[in-house]
């Protein structure tokens, strides 16, 4: 592989892992309230945060194009504060990243929390535990599988995500040319052989991920017995 390539890879990885660190930020809460929430709405809320399981990443990709765009109200203000544009940058294919991987982190950790026991809560709470003390030292320690789960599956969604970044960020090299973009450029060039050490690293990486989350469903179930 080229210098190039090698490039592709690390700024992958550097997408993931900036946008499964906001991704965790943001969803712990927004999963914690789905999870306690009542109200009939419920439904259309997690229905939203589940649209881009279904939506195709180029739909996903056109209407964020257009947010980000500095015709947009979005997009000009980011350039008003920042100088710089959000469509065709790094921030703007992590925030993509962010919205495309969200019902990923999101979900598990919302699952996770709705079978956690609500006596725990309330047991804490009556000791004289308050609600901020009670999420960090009860719910967080008893959810860290669901946790492990979402990253795991927001970091992997991240590595092989295409459409949503293509539309985006286009292919600019060491700005937002990432693995799956480099992938289609040497197949489109007939060079299949780059491609392949390229796919290679793909799906190495793609598979250690599966691995670990594995072990670990399977280290916890080992320590329970």
Same mark, same amino acid.
Request: proline share 4%; no cysteine.
């Given at each position: 592989? @080229? %210098?190039? =390539?090698?490039?592709?890879?690390?700024?992958?990885?550097?997408?993931?892992?900036?946008?499964?660190?906001?991704?965790?930020?943001?969803?712990?809460?927004?999963?914690?309230?789905?999870?306690?929430?009542?109200?009939?709405?419920?439904?259309?809320?997690?229905? $939203?945060?589940?649209?881009?399981?279904?939506?195709?990443?180029?739909?996903?990709?056109?209407?964020?194009?257009?947010?980000?765009?500095?015709?947009?109200?979005? *997009?000009?203000?980011?350039?008003? $504060?920042?100088?710089? @544009?959000?469509?065709?940058?790094?921030?703007?294919?992590?925030?993509?990243?962010?919205?495309?991987?969200?019902?990923?982190?999101?979900?598990?950790? #919302?699952?996770?929390?709705? #079978?956690?026991?609500?006596?725990?809560?309330?047991?804490? %709470?009556?000791?004289?535990?308050?609600?901020? =003390?009670?999420?960090? @030292?009860?719910?967080?320690?008893?959810?860290?599988? *669901?946790?492990? $789960?979402?990253? *795991?599956?927001?970091?992997?969604?991240?590595?092989?995500?295409?459409?949503?970044?293509?539309?985006?960020?286009?292919?600019?090299? *060491?700005?937002?040319?990432?693995?799956? $973009?480099?992938? /289609?450029?040497?197949?489109?060039? /007939?060079?299949?052989?780059?491609?392949?050490?390229?796919?290679?690293?793909?799906?190495?990486?793609?598979? @250690?991920?599966?691995?670990?989350?594995?072990?670990?469903?399977?280290?916890?179930?080992?320590?329970?017995?």
């Amino acid at each position: 592989m @080229t %210098g190039s =390539d090698w490039q592709a890879v690390f700024l992958t990885l550097q997408l993931a892992a900036i946008s499964t660190g906001i991704l965790l930020v943001i969803g712990i809460p927004m999963a914690w309230w789905i999870s306690r929430m009542q109200s009939r709405f419920k439904v259309v809320l997690e229905s $939203i945060i589940a649209l881009p399981i279904v939506l195709p990443p180029t739909v996903l990709g056109f209407y964020l194009l257009i947010m980000f765009s500095p015709n947009s109200a979005v *997009g000009s203000a980011w350039v008003s $504060i920042t100088g710089s @544009t959000l469509a065709f940058s790094f921030t703007g294919i992590v925030l993509g990243s962010v919205i495309y991987s969200l019902p990923f982190v999101v979900q598990p950790i #919302q699952s996770a929390m709705e #079978q956690m026991q609500q006596g725990y809560w309330e047991a804490a %709470g009556s000791l004289g535990a308050n609600k901020i =003390d009670r999420f960090f @030292t009860l719910v967080l320690p008893m959810v860290w599988k *669901g946790l492990l $789960i979402g990253a *795991g599956l927001g970091f992997a969604h991240t590595l092989g995500e295409f459409g949503v970044v293509l539309m985006i960020g286009g292919n600019l090299p *060491g700005e937002t040319r990432v693995l799956s $973009i480099a992938i /289609f450029e040497h197949v489109e060039a /007939f060079e299949y052989e780059r491609a392949h050490w390229l796919s290679a690293v793909a799906l190495i990486l793609s598979f @250690t991920m599966l691995v670990l989350l594995y072990s670990t469903q399977k280290q916890s179930l080992w320590v329970k017995k």
